[in-house]
């Protein structure tokens, strides 16, 4: 498969020693500074870059016909018109805040346990991620997939960053040192509490899930999931 990269930092460059040692090619490594895209070239692209850059990656890709997998996190106000975009265009397209096998179990754990306690109310919930000081977006984007599963599965109705007023499900970033990425549930009351939590001890999962999402992709049509790409659901 001839892969693009969309953004080389430190996802991008994992992605490409998973993508090289499963037999596949990077055929261009593209930032901010790229004037010319080839997108003859490429079969799928991968987008790891920035917020404010991975709009423009998506829509340049769909507009050239070329499936495109986004992990980059912290540009989801777009995420409809990207979707629209796809479907216009019948293209192929999927994001995920987070690519991991193991994150994306812990998402299926955090529904069924948000079901079991939907009618449990003495029990406050409240969700944590810690995060490298370099991550620009918070809180992260698996954070917000989580708390939006909360929500989607309990009496919660939103979200908010270090903020429980109203009811509100609080969310709380913190960045320290290296920390690939750590999330965690908590369930309280005063007599006990019930943690989950995933942690991340590097970023090979998260590269290694974009590059299956790649290789899935490839002759569809759509937009799609990790759940699709697992065949969690
Ligand atoms: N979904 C998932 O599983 C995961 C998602 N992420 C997300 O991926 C994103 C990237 O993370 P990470 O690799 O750690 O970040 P880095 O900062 O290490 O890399 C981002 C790269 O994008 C480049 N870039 C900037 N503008 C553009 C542009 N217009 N087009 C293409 N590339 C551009 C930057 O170049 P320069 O430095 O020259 O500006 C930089 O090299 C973040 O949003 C992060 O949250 C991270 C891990 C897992
Ligand atoms: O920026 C990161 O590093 C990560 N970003 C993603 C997120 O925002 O959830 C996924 C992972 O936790 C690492």
Not at 40 to 52: K, L
Request: hydrophobic share 40%; proline share 2%.
């Amino acid at each position: 498969m001839r892969i693009a990269l969309f953004g080389y930092g430190k996802m991008g460059q994992m992605i490409e020693q998973i993508a090289l040692s499963r037999g596949h090619e990077i055929v261009a490594k593209i930032d901010e500074n790229t004037n010319q895209i080839d997108f003859t070239t490429m079969d799928v692209a991968i987008d790891f870059s920035m917020p404010e850059a991975a709009f423009g990656n998506i829509t340049k890709c769909l507009n050239h016909n070329i499936p495109i997998i986004c992990g980059t996190t912290g540009w989801l106000d777009k995420y409809n018109e990207a979707i629209e975009l796809c479907n216009s265009k019948k293209g192929a397209f999927i994001y995920a805040s987070n690519f991991s096998l193991g994150v994306n179990i812990f998402f299926e754990l955090n529904n069924y346990l948000a079901k079991m306690m939907k009618n449990l109310p003495e029990y406050k919930v409240s969700l944590e991620e810690i995060h490298h000081t370099q991550k620009l977006d918070a809180p992260s984007g698996t954070a917000i997939t989580l708390a939006e599963g909360v929500i989607a599965n309990s009496e919660y109705n939103e979200w908010k960053l270090e903020d429980d007023s109203d009811g509100a499900l609080s969310i709380t970033s913190k960045r320290i040192g290296n920390t690939p990425g750590t999330h965690t549930l908590l369930y309280e009351n005063e007599v006990d509490s019930i943690e989950i939590k995933h942690t991340a001890h590097n970023r090979e999962g998260f590269a290694l899930g974009a590059v299956t999402a790649a290789e899935w992709i490839i002759g569809k049509r759509g937009v799609f999931s990790m759940r699709d790409v697992l065949n969690l659901g």
